[in-house]
Structure formats: structure tokens, C-alpha cells
């Protein structure tokens, strides 16, 4: 007997030992695995919205520099600017920088490195003179968008990332830079957010040399410096877009699972990292109290058996001892936050920890003894399914003695609720034969739900919970591969409301964000399951609609979404109404991948604008050539100017009782070396949009003026020109110093002047407008209103503003001899002038019985075809030297 329990003991002990490190070594690397492989996807959903927001940030400020780049008039950086330019570019830089908080402000720099203005300070006393963006532009103006290193700013007086682009002259040359300071608080802001840990670090660096631009946390002393034989900046140089790894910082010497991803297509990328001791510290503790426990346990065990084997007298004590031991083991399993179950062969319960109850909702352990554990627990796949027997993986490693391990299992608790779990099953040895299985597992619920979440962020809108366009990307490109199959359309629907600014303006942003997720909600529901709602940003959204068979059919559909938006919508303590123009482009019809529908969507969207808006368009050929054109009369114009390129014609203008030239209205046309010669009606709407038409009036008005004092020189009767304002003019335009200059510079004068103004302009006449006329006809102007009848006419600013001439429009004198209500409406404008001491001019003479009408009406002067058409200096010269003062 003394022989046998001395062979025993040591086996046994050898045994236990053997086992409890076993599992001791199963649930610290379980444990350590799971931890790291979260710790790693956490850094790579961190680093994914990072990379987003800046993406989105960069490109969206980008756009805008480029845009400003384009809409500076040169002559605002000349060194002497008239103060209403000035306060006009100020004034858009100001209203632009306020759409964007992650910047300082917008800057315009002329090609002398002077600040010329800064959306934040109305004066900047500030030079670019040897920043690396600007020489670097100034060097080489065809570069497109220049990043600076960090530095100090000369206004701001704290460190930021200049963002610059060049401003280019008609010829293309360096005319300036366009400049957005980057705000690296900012970007700390949105690092600070995160939570990393007390060790958990991000950078921000340039993806070409890897110079640091900013870090959490902070390291100021190493701002700007360059990396060596860093593996991830390795990685990133050689290609990669995004990726994870693990390595020890030579910074600081901590050791960090990373996660990097490039910022889109700018040279930076983002690094997200998470401490090993952070998020194994709670692991470590653990792994410390379980380590001592088990040496403990094991070496009582030892104790024991030792006294067993020196005397079987201490018998008992040695029993109590063992007991002892085992509810020490028993205390073991109890302090382990993982579920651990023991099965036989059968699947029956063999032992299981509180963790494991509580984790299946059972009371206690009786209620599972003795109870087939693989039908109680593991009913159900990740997909819903039901599980046949032969399907349950617990089951497998019972019958077949191997190893199974899932991270997307589904267990089932005893209210027959299901969630999910990581498992992993072991053969359970005992003797040298398999005597079951070892369960053990973890409930992940929390842990998905968290995943979910991030996932949902990075793809849907925050405040409406819409698909952001990542998302809709992603919806398209399923859309039109099932339309590709079906020979179906798909129709993309841009939608941006009308007037929205002003209920941000008027009542915050707090009534706006409101507004714009009850109308999300009421888009939403005006869609089928099929289609996909995005919002894009700020009061835009797009709508993916599959599916498309006929446009009738998509037309109804449309038209429901008009009337959905423009209802009143309910809103705590007020009720608020707006209307949405959409923009309509179908796949393939209008392009062939979602950029380019986007585009023409876009396209359309803002002719329905044009079109009076809360009505929608379908895109068409006609309306991308009608951009492209406008973009590129747009590019073309200051070259024009610059070039001599425009050139006047002169219409005479005739006394119908005398016969003689009484004056010439001065058109002007643009010989564009591409097109050729070009009607105002092709150019002048480019010109008003783009505000040219200020620059471009001034040099009418000169022009003008100098050929009518050439006129004036050559002796006889002194002739009167008549040039058109536009209302724009009044607007953006210095028009008193404008007309002032035009005559003081050709010594014509003032009454030999004639400014046409169109009903439209004294429609929305203020005191500013009325002023400005007042002072002309004062100054000795004449004043003359041109399509008299056209408009909505009103006797009162005929009083107020005292004109000379009521030029009646040529829709009413082309028809005159054949329509009696135009023949009506002409003597009745003649009758009223002659009353009100005004002379009248009828424009459109085409014929002599049309000019028999008008002389009998009482009619002064008249202008057309049937005299002259519009002609260039010289041949008008020769014109005048043809004409005789006889009747017509």
C-alpha cells in the first residue's frame, strides 16, 4: 500500500499540475488574443472616421480656395482697389469662412507676397514673403493645391497648416495665392475625443516625408521632423492606403497595436495607437491573481500529498485538507469572468463556474446537472438558423476530440433568448484518455453593439441618420449592376432646398437641424425599400431610385417629392415652410459611374433654380454644354478685357420729322479668337453672373464717351451716345465715378451722354439706386428708360427721376401695321411721353410703313434695320459721312 500511494501521489500531482496550467495558459492567451485583436480593430474604426472628417475637411476647404481663386476679380489685388471692391471681396471671403470651422479664415495674397485681405481682419498687416507655399506657387503657379510645413502664423500667432492655391491672369501667369490656415486646435479637438487610454496616442503626418503635423499627445519640439526606419511610414511609402501592425515607438519606447489609413488624396495619413499596457493592464492583474492562486493551490496540493505519503496515519487530516484544496480550485473558476463548463463524453455537466450560470441565466448548478449541455446551449447558428445535431460544433469536439474555437457563435440562455459568444472547446484528459470536453466562452454582446455603432457612423449621416454618401456610393453601384442585368434605369436625384439659409439665418441652427430631420424623415417615407435617401451636407440630399422603366412613371415619383417637402412642417412652437429643387440624371444614359451622375444631377438641379425653383429638371446634353460654355466664356473674359478683344458697334439713332442722325446707341460685341465674333446675348449673362459686367460696363462707358467726343471734334451737330447699365452695375459697381471718369477722360460732354436703364432696375429701385440717378441727371446726364412697356411700368419713377427719354420696346413696333393692340399700346406710350415733356424712341424699325405709323403717332426718333444695323467705328464714320439731313 506504502509502495502504490508512493507511486500515485507524484502522478497525481503531476496530473493537476499539468492541468490547472494548461488551463491557466488557455484563458491568460484566450484573454491576451482577444484583447489585442479588439485593440486592433478599435484603431482601425478610429483611424477610418478620422481619416474621413479630415478627408472631408480638406477637400471641402480645397473646393472653396479653388472657387475664390477663380471669382477674384485682378484687379482686386492691384495695390489701389475703389473701397466697394474691397468690401465686396471681403465680404465673400467673410460669409465663405463662416461655413468653415476648421480654418482660421480664407486669405488673398497678391504676387508680392502682401496680404491683401483675411475673411477675420479688415486690415491684415501681414506678408507671405518666404512661406514655402507661396514661393513654391509664386515659382511655379500651374501647381494646383500647396500644403505649407507647420508654422506659426504672422496674424494668428499660433501654429498652422496653410492650405494655398495659385490665382492665375487671363494669360495664365502668377497673379497671387489663395490661402486657408488650417487649425490645428481643431485637430485636437477631434483627437482629444478619442478614447485611446493614458498611453494611446495619434499623428497626423505627411505621407510623402512623413513629417510630423500633429500628435497626441502633444510633442511641439517635434513638429516638422521627418522619420527614419519607422515601419508603418515604411508601409506608407510604399503604397499602401491603410493597414495595422505592432511595434515598439521610438519616441516614447511604448509598444502599440497601430492603425493607419491615407487621408483620400491628400499626402497625409492618420496613425491611431493603443498601449499594450493600457489594454492589457486589467489582463495582467488578472493573470498575477490567477498564477498565484494556482501556485498556491499547487503547492498545498504538494503539501498534502507529501504528508500523505510520509504517514497514512495523517490520513484525515490530509482528506481536509484536499478539501480544502479543492474549494480553493472552486474559487478559482468562481473569480474568472469567462463562462467554463466541463462535459463527459454524453455532453453531460461535469462542473461549471458562477460566471457560466449567470452568463445562461440559470440559478444553479443543478438545474444543468446532468442535462445533455450541447441541446441546451448551442441551438442556433450566427445566421438564425437551426442547428441540426450533426451541425453543433460543441457537439463535434465531444465525438471527434479536437480543438473548436468560433468568434461568432450563438448560445441560447434559459429564457431561450439568444446572443452571441466566442467559444472555445477542449478535450478534456484524464489518465491518458479523453473524458470529455472543457467549454469555455464569453458574451459579446456589448462588444457588437459597439462595433455596430462605429459601423453605422462611418457610413451614415449623424444628425438624420440618412446614408451619407459613402453609403449611397455603395447602393449605386448595387443599382446599377442589377440594372446593367435587367436593362432597366437607375435615377440619381440631386435635392438642395430652397431658401433653407434663411431659416438658419433667422431662427439658428438648432430650429435648422430640426427642420432638416423632419424632412428627412417625410423623404424617407416617400421612397420604397428599394430606393436609398442620402443627405449629402448641409441642405442637400440625394435619392437613388432603381428600377426605372419609363420617365411618366419617374416623373410621378418626383412630383410626390415636391409636394412632400413644400407641406408645412410642425415644429415646437412654430410651423415652418420650404420648397426643394431637384436635379435629375439616369444611369447610363447621362453617364456611367456615380461621379459623373452626381455632376449632371447637379447640373440640373441648378436650372431648376434657375427655372424658379420647387420644380425639378432632367438632365440633358444641352445643359453640360451650356456649363462648359459659361465656364469657359467665364475663364475667357478677363483675357478678353485685357486683350482688346471687345470692340463697339454704333446703331444710328434718327429725328423721324427731320431725318438726321441725332445720335448712335453704342453694342458691344467680343471677338473671341476661338469663336469668332460674339453677340451680347451669348456673352453679356456670363458677364452679369460672374460679376464681369462692372469691369466691363466701365469700359463701354470710356469707349463710348471717346468715340462720341471724336464725333463732336470732326464738326457739325454734335451727337448723342447712348450706352446700356446693367442693374448690376448700380449694385457692385461705383457708377457716379465710373461716368465721371468716363467723361473727364474724353472731354465729351455731359449732355451728350445718354444711360439706358430697363425696367428691372427701377422695379427694385432703392434710395441708394434713386440717389445715384438724381445725382447723374443733376450733373447733366441724360437718362432714358430702354423696353418701356415690358416691365411692370409705374408713372412714379417716370416723377421721381426726372427722364429725358421713353425708348418704346420692339415687340410692340415690329407688328405695328398688322396689330391693333400694338398700334394701341404705342400711342398711348407716345401721347403720355409728349404730356409728360418726354421724348420717345421706338426701337425696331424695320420697314417704311412701320415708320409712316410712327410719324403720324407724333413719334421723335426712331432706330433699325430699315435705317442701319449696328456697325463698327469706321464704317459708321463713313455712314455719317453719307448721311443727308433730308426727311426719310
Given at each position: 500500500?506504502?509502495?502504490?500511494?508512493?507511486?500515485?501521489?507524484?502522478?497525481?500531482?503531476?496530473?493537476?499540475?499539468?492541468?490547472?496550467?494548461?488551463?491557466?495558459?488557455?484563458?491568460?492567451?484566450?484573454?491576451?488574443?482577444?484583447?489585442?485583436?479588439?485593440?486592433?480593430?478599435?484603431?482601425?474604426?478610429?483611424?477610418?472616421?478620422?481619416?474621413?472628417?479630415?478627408?472631408?475637411?480638406?477637400?471641402?476647404?480645397?473646393?472653396?480656395?479653388?472657387?475664390?481663386?477663380?471669382?477674384?476679380?485682378?484687379?482686386?489685388?492691384?495695390?489701389?482697389?475703389?473701397?466697394?471692391?474691397?468690401?465686396?471681396?471681403?465680404?465673400?471671403?467673410?460669409?465663405?469662412?463662416?461655413?468653415?470651422?476648421?480654418?482660421?479664415?480664407?486669405?488673398?495674397?497678391?504676387?508680392?507676397?502682401?496680404?491683401?485681405?483675411?475673411?477675420?481682419?479688415?486690415?491684415?498687416?501681414?506678408?507671405?514673403?518666404?512661406?514655402?507655399?507661396?514661393?513654391?506657387?509664386?515659382?511655379?503657379?500651374?501647381?494646383?493645391?500647396?500644403?505649407?510645413?507647420?508654422?506659426?502664423?504672422?496674424?494668428?500667432?499660433?501654429?498652422?497648416?496653410?492650405?494655398?492655391?495659385?490665382?492665375?491672369?487671363?494669360?495664365?501667369?502668377?497673379?497671387?495665392?489663395?490661402?486657408?490656415?488650417?487649425?490645428?486646435?481643431?485637430?485636437?479637438?477631434?483627437?482629444?475625443d478619442l478614447e485611446l487610454g493614458p498611453n494611446g496616442v495619434v499623428t497626423f503626418r505627411r505621407s510623402d516625408d512623413g513629417r510630423l503635423v500633429m500628435r497626441r499627445?502633444?510633442?511641439?519640439?517635434?513638429?516638422?521632423?521627418?522619420?527614419?526606419?519607422?515601419?508603418?511610414?515604411?508601409?506608407?511609402?510604399?503604397?499602401?492606403?491603410?493597414?495595422?501592425?505592432?511595434?515598439?515607438?521610438?519616441?516614447?519606447?511604448?509598444?502599440?497595436?497601430?492603425?493607419?489609413?491615407?487621408?483620400?488624396?491628400?499626402?497625409?495619413?492618420?496613425?491611431?495607437?493603443?498601449?499594450?499596457?493600457?489594454?492589457?493592464?486589467?489582463?495582467?492583474?488578472?493573470?498575477?491573481?490567477?498564477?498565484?492562486?494556482?501556485?498556491?493551490?499547487?503547492?498545498?496540493?504538494?503539501?498534502?500529498?507529501?504528508?500523505?505519503?510520509?504517514?497514512?496515519?495523517?490520513?484525515?487530516?490530509?482528506?481536509?485538507?484536499?478539501?480544502?484544496?479543492?474549494?480553493?480550485?472552486?474559487?478559482?473558476?468562481?473569480?474568472?469572468?469567462?463562462?467554463?463548463?466541463?462535459?463527459?463524453?454524453?455532453?453531460?455537466?461535469?462542473?461549471?463556474?458562477?460566471?457560466?450560470?449567470?452568463?445562461?441565466?440559470?440559478?444553479?448548478?443543478?438545474?444543468?446537472?446532468?442535462?445533455?449541455?450541447?441541446?441546451?446551449?448551442?441551438?442556433?447558428?450566427?445566421?438564425?438558423?437551426?442547428?441540426?445535431?450533426?451541425?453543433?460544433?460543441?457537439?463535434?469536439?465531444?465525438?471527434?476530440?479536437?480543438?473548436?474555437?468560433?468568434?461568432?457563435?450563438?448560445?441560447?440562455?434559459?429564457?431561450?433568448?439568444?446572443?452571441?459568444?466566442?467559444?472555445?472547446?477542449?478535450?478534456?484528459?484524464?489518465?491518458?484518455?479523453?473524458?470529455?470536453?472543457?467549454?469555455?466562452?464569453?458574451?459579446?454582446?456589448?462588444?457588437?453593439?459597439?462595433?455596430?455603432?462605429?459601423?453605422?457612423?462611418?457610413?451614415?449621416?449623424?444628425?438624420?441618420?440618412?446614408?451619407?454618401?459613402?453609403?449611397?456610393?455603395?447602393?449605386?453601384?448595387?443599382?446599377?449592376?442589377?440594372?446593367?442585368?435587367?436593362?432597366?434605369?437607375?435615377?440619381l436625384l440631386f435635392l438642395d432646398l430652397d431658401g433653407f439659409k434663411t431659416i438658419n439665418d433667422s431662427l439658428g441652427h438648432d430650429i435648422g437641424d430640426e427642420m432638416?430631420?423632419?424632412?428627412?424623415?417625410?423623404?424617407?417615407?416617400?421612397?420604397?425599400?428599394?430606393?436609398?435617401?442620402?443627405?449629402?451636407?448641409?441642405?442637400?440630399?440625394?435619392?437613388?431610385?432603381?428600377?426605372?422603366?419609363?420617365?411618366?412613371?419617374?416623373?410621378?415619383?418626383?412630383?410626390?417629392?415636391?409636394?412632400?417637402?413644400?407641406?408645412?412642417?410642425?415644429?415646437?412652437?412654430?410651423?415652418?415652410?420650404?420648397?426643394?429643387?431637384?436635379?435629375?440624371?439616369?444611369?447610363?444614359?447621362?453617364?456611367?459611374?456615380?461621379?459623373?451622375?452626381?455632376?449632371?444631377?447637379?447640373?440640373?438641379?441648378?436650372?431648376?433654380?434657375?427655372?424658379?425653383?420647387?420644380?425639378?429638371?432632367?438632365?440633358?446634353?444641352?445643359?453640360?454644354?451650356?456649363?462648359?460654355?459659361?465656364l469657359r466664356l467665364r475663364s475667357n473674359f478677363q483675357r478678353g478685357l485685357a486683350g482688346g478683344e471687345f470692340v463697339l458697334h454704333y446703331q444710328p439713332l434718327l429725328?423721324?420729322?427731320?431725318?438726321?442722325?441725332?445720335?448712335?446707341?453704342?453694342?458691344?460685341?467680343?471677338?473671341?479668337?476661338?469663336?469668332?465674333?460674339?453677340?451680347?446675348?451669348?456673352?453679356?449673362?456670363?458677364?452679369?453672373?460672374?460679376?464681369?459686367?462692372?469691369?466691363?460696363?466701365?469700359?463701354?462707358?470710356?469707349?463710348?464717351?471717346?468715340?462720341?467726343?471724336?464725333?463732336?471734334?470732326?464738326?457739325?451737330?454734335?451727337?448723342?451716345?447712348?450706352?446700356?447699365?446693367?442693374?448690376?452695375?448700380?449694385?457692385?459697381?461705383?457708377?457716379?465715378?465710373?461716368?465721371?471718369?468716363?467723361?473727364?477722360?474724353?472731354?465729351?460732354?455731359?449732355?451728350?451722354?445718354?444711360?439706358?436703364?430697363?425696367?428691372?432696375?427701377?422695379?427694385?429701385?432703392?434710395?441708394?439706386?434713386?440717389?445715384?440717378?438724381?445725382?447723374?441727371?443733376?450733373?447733366?446726364?441724360?437718362?432714358?428708360?430702354?423696353?418701356?412697356?415690358?416691365?411692370?411700368?409705374?408713372?412714379?419713377?417716370?416723377?421721381?427721376?426726372?427722364?429725358?427719354?421713353?425708348?418704346?420696346?420692339?415687340?410692340?413696333?415690329?407688328?405695328?401695321?398688322?396689330?391693333?393692340?400694338?398700334?394701341?399700346?404705342?400711342?398711348?406710350?407716345?401721347?403720355?411721353?409728349?404730356?409728360?415733356?418726354?421724348?420717345?424712341?421706338?426701337?425696331?424699325?424695320?420697314?417704311?410703313?412701320?415708320?409712316?405709323?410712327?410719324?403720324?403717332?407724333?413719334?421723335?426718333?426712331?432706330?433699325?434695320?430699315?435705317?442701319?444695323?449696328?456697325?463698327?467705328?469706321?464704317?459708321?464714320?463713313?455712314?455719317?459721312?453719307?448721311?443727308?439731313?433730308?426727311?426719310?
Open positions: 500500500m506504502s509502495r502504490r500511494l508512493r507511486l500515485g501521489y507524484p502522478g497525481f500531482f503531476l496530473l493537476v499540475a499539468l492541468a490547472m496550467a494548461a488551463l491557466m495558459v488557455f484563458l491568460l492567451g484566450a484573454a491576451h488574443g482577444d484583447l489585442q485583436r479588439q485593440a486592433a480593430t478599435d484603431a482601425r474604426n478610429m483611424a477610418g472616421v478620422l481619416e474621413a472628417r479630415l478627408e472631408s475637411t480638406l477637400r471641402r476647404t480645397q473646393a472653396n480656395l479653388e472657387e475664390l481663386a477663380i471669382d477674384v476679380p485682378p484687379e482686386a489685388l492691384a495695390e489701389h482697389v475703389p473701397d466697394a471692391l474691397r468690401d465686396r471681396v471681403r465680404n465673400k471671403l467673410a460669409l465663405e469662412a463662416r461655413h468653415f470651422p476648421e480654418i482660421t479664415g480664407f486669405r488673398l495674397i497678391d504676387r508680392r507676397g502682401v496680404v491683401r485681405y483675411a475673411s477675420e481682419i479688415v486690415e491684415p498687416r501681414a506678408d507671405a514673403r518666404g512661406r514655402s507655399y507661396f514661393e513654391l506657387l509664386r515659382q511655379d503657379p500651374s501647381r494646383g493645391l500647396v500644403f505649407s510645413e507647420v508654422a506659426v502664423g504672422r496674424m494668428a500667432g499660433r501654429p498652422l497648416l496653410f492650405m494655398a492655391v495659385p490665382i492665375r491672369d487671363g494669360e495664365g501667369a502668377f497673379a497671387g495665392v489663395a490661402m486657408a490656415p488650417l487649425e490645428l486646435s481643431y485637430l485636437q479637438g477631434l483627437f482629444d499627445p502633444a510633442q511641439p519640439d517635434r513638429i516638422n521632423q521627418t522619420l527614419t526606419n519607422n515601419p508603418m511610414h515604411m508601409r506608407v511609402e510604399a503604397g499602401e492606403m491603410e493597414g495595422s501592425l505592432r511595434f515598439q515607438a521610438a519616441i516614447d519606447g511604448v509598444e502599440r497595436v497601430y492603425a493607419f489609413k491615407r487621408v483620400g488624396a491628400f499626402p497625409f495619413y492618420v496613425a491611431v495607437g493603443i498601449a499594450l499596457p493600457d489594454f492589457l493592464n486589467r489582463w495582467q492583474r488578472d493573470a498575477g491573481g490567477a498564477v498565484g492562486a494556482t501556485v498556491l493551490f499547487l503547492l498545498l496540493l504538494g503539501l498534502i500529498l507529501m504528508r500523505l505519503h510520509a504517514s497514512e496515519a495523517r490520513g484525515k487530516r490530509a482528506t481536509v485538507d484536499l478539501q480544502a484544496s479543492e474549494d480553493r480550485f472552486q474559487q478559482l473558476l468562481g473569480s474568472v469572468g469567462e463562462g467554463i463548463c466541463g462535459m463527459d463524453r454524453q455532453g453531460r455537466l461535469l462542473f461549471c463556474n458562477p460566471a457560466a450560470l449567470k452568463i445562461l441565466g440559470y440559478r444553479s448548478e443543478a438545474a444543468l446537472q446532468g442535462r445533455d449541455l450541447p441541446s441546451l446551449l448551442h441551438t442556433h447558428g450566427a445566421d438564425g438558423r437551426e442547428l441540426a445535431p450533426e451541425e453543433c460544433a460543441v457537439r463535434q469536439a465531444l465525438e471527434v476530440g479536437t480543438v473548436v474555437h468560433s468568434s461568432d457563435g450563438v448560445f441560447t440562455r434559459a429564457d431561450g433568448s439568444r446572443f452571441p459568444v466566442r467559444f472555445d472547446a477542449y478535450p478534456l484528459i484524464k489518465d491518458g484518455q479523453d473524458i470529455g470536453v472543457v467549454l469555455l466562452f464569453a458574451d459579446i454582446t456589448e462588444r457588437r453593439r459597439n462595433e455596430a455603432r462605429i459601423e453605422f457612423l462611418a457610413h451614415h449621416d449623424p444628425l438624420t441618420a440618412l446614408p451619407n454618401r459613402l453609403l449611397a456610393e455603395d447602393r449605386f453601384e448595387q443599382a446599377r449592376g442589377h440594372a446593367a442585368r435587367s436593362g432597366e434605369r437607375t435615377a432638416l430631420k423632419a424632412l428627412a424623415n417625410r423623404l424617407r417615407h416617400q421612397v420604397r425599400e428599394t430606393d436609398t435617401v442620402c443627405r449629402l451636407g448641409g441642405d442637400e440630399f440625394l435619392v437613388i431610385l432603381p428600377g426605372v422603366r419609363d420617365l411618366e412613371s419617374l416623373s410621378l415619383r418626383v412630383d410626390k417629392l415636391l409636394t412632400a417637402v413644400e407641406a408645412p412642417v410642425d415644429l415646437p412652437g412654430r410651423t415652418l415652410t420650404t420648397s426643394v429643387s431637384i436635379g435629375v440624371a439616369l444611369y447610363p444614359d447621362d453617364g456611367e459611374d456615380f461621379t459623373t451622375l452626381m455632376k449632371n444631377a447637379d447640373t440640373a438641379m441648378y436650372h431648376a433654380k434657375d427655372a424658379g425653383r420647387n420644380t425639378y429638371r432632367m438632365f440633358d446634353e444641352a445643359m453640360n454644354q451650356q456649363v462648359q460654355e459659361a429725328d423721324l420729322k427731320s431725318g438726321r442722325v441725332v445720335g448712335a446707341e453704342a453694342l458691344v460685341r467680343w471677338h473671341d479668337p476661338e469663336r469668332g465674333m460674339l453677340s451680347p446675348g451669348h456673352f453679356i449673362p456670363v458677364a452679369e453672373s460672374s460679376g464681369m459686367i462692372v469691369p466691363l460696363g466701365a469700359w463701354v462707358l470710356r469707349e463710348a464717351c471717346r468715340q462720341a467726343a471724336r464725333w463732336q471734334a470732326r464738326g457739325g451737330e454734335a451727337l448723342v451716345v447712348a450706352v446700356n447699365i446693367s442693374a448690376i452695375q448700380f449694385k457692385r459697381g461705383n457708377l457716379e465715378q465710373t461716368v465721371a471718369d468716363a467723361l473727364s477722360d474724353s472731354g465729351l460732354a455731359p449732355d451728350r451722354l445718354e444711360i439706358e436703364l430697363t425696367e428691372s432696375t427701377l422695379l427694385h429701385q432703392t434710395d441708394e439706386v434713386l440717389a445715384t440717378l438724381q445725382r447723374l441727371r443733376e450733373f447733366g446726364v441724360r437718362l432714358s428708360i430702354d423696353d418701356f412697356g415690358t416691365g411692370y411700368s409705374s408713372l412714379a419713377y417716370l416723377k421721381k427721376l426726372a427722364v429725358n427719354k421713353l425708348k418704346i420696346d420692339q415687340s410692340f413696333v415690329r407688328d405695328l401695321t398688322s396689330d391693333p393692340e400694338d398700334s394701341a399700346i404705342v400711342r398711348a406710350i407716345v401721347d403720355m411721353a409728349h404730356s409728360l415733356n418726354l421724348v420717345t424712341i421706338a426701337e425696331g424699325v424695320e420697314n417704311a410703313e412701320v415708320l409712316a405709323v410712327l410719324r403720324s403717332f407724333g413719334c421723335d426718333e426712331g432706330q433699325g434695320y430699315y435705317f442701319a444695323r449696328p456697325m463698327p467705328e469706321a464704317e459708321f464714320g463713313r455712314y455719317l459721312d453719307a448721311a443727308e439731313a433730308v426727311p426719310v
